[in-house]
């Protein structure tokens, strides 16, 4: 069965500089969630979307921003880029966005910046 | 706001007895919970959820979790631990404060090691 894609699978970035996520749901799931896990950490839910538009928001930087396009694909943004943005980024995505609904994460994008 | 404690950081067992990682949780709603698990490096798995039905919720690899809203619990169980058993455990509850949106609260996870 198709899981969900997060490309890319590993990213080194300088310090200042952006970086973009994407995220692939499962077909026909509309709504996309974004986490970060820093070394060691529980992951830490940064923002969701449901239906293109923002459903709610975690502890995202604003230097972070995000977007869930019309195919239901997400990007995370991430932009002046510091040491301690490096984690793992986990997207998931589930069919609904209501509580308890049961949401399938991706093999998360490892960022690392240098 | 809704939260989870896992009160072992870290959980030892030999092969073949039982494993119990523990999860209480604090909610003012009727709470859905959820396990995961993450091996090194892998990201999250769904092993089961409680959503109000069955307090007995049976997942994959063998794993169980009892729901004790007398406890405030959600501890995971299972018979016999095999050695691709080691990994973190996540208990994990959905916050409905967030205007009736999914959003996922983590526990701190424990550290499952299986030892022959």
């Known amino acids: 069965a198709a899981g969900v894609i997060q490309s890319p699978r590993h990213l080194i970035k300088e310090k200042r500089e952006t970086a973009t996520l994407k995220c692939y749901p499962i077909?026909?799931?509309?709504?996309v969630y974004w986490y970060q896990q820093g070394p060691g950490q529980d992951p830490q839910f940064l923002i969701s979307?449901?239906?293109?538009?923002?459903?709610d928001k975690g502890s995202i930087p604003d230097r972070f921003s995000a977007q869930q396009f019309s195919d239901y694909h997400s990007e995370l943004n991430m932009s002046s880029l510091e040491l301690g943005d490096s984690a793992l980024y986990f997207c998931?995505?589930?069919?609904?966005?209501?509580?308890?609904?049961?949401?399938?994460f991706g093999q998360g994008t490892r960022l690392t910046v240098v | 706001a809704q939260s989870v404690t896992q009160l072992d950081s870290h959980v030892s067992v030999s092969e073949g007895t039982p494993v119990l990682l523990r999860c209480n949780y604090s909610?003012?709603?009727?709470?859905?919970l959820f396990w995961y698990v993450q091996h090194p490096n892998k990201g999250l798995q769904l092993l089961l959820k409680?959503?109000?039905?069955?307090?007995l919720v049976k997942g994959i690899n063998g794993f169980e979790a009892e729901f004790k809203k007398s406890e405030t619990s959600f501890h995971l169980t299972k018979p016999s631990a095999h050695m691709s058993d080691a990994a973190e455990y996540f208990c994990v509850v959905s916050d409905p404060s967030s205007g009736g949106y999914n959003k996922l609260i983590f526990g701190a996870g424990t550290r499952l090691a299986v030892h022959p």
């Open positions: 979307f449901y239906e293109k538009m923002q459903s």
């Open positions: 077909p026909r799931h509309d709504t």
């Open positions: 998931a995505s589930s069919l609904g966005p209501k509580t308890g609904t049961e949401a399938f």
């Open positions: 409680y959503t109000s039905a069955a307090t």
């Open positions: 909610s003012s709603y009727s709470p859905s």
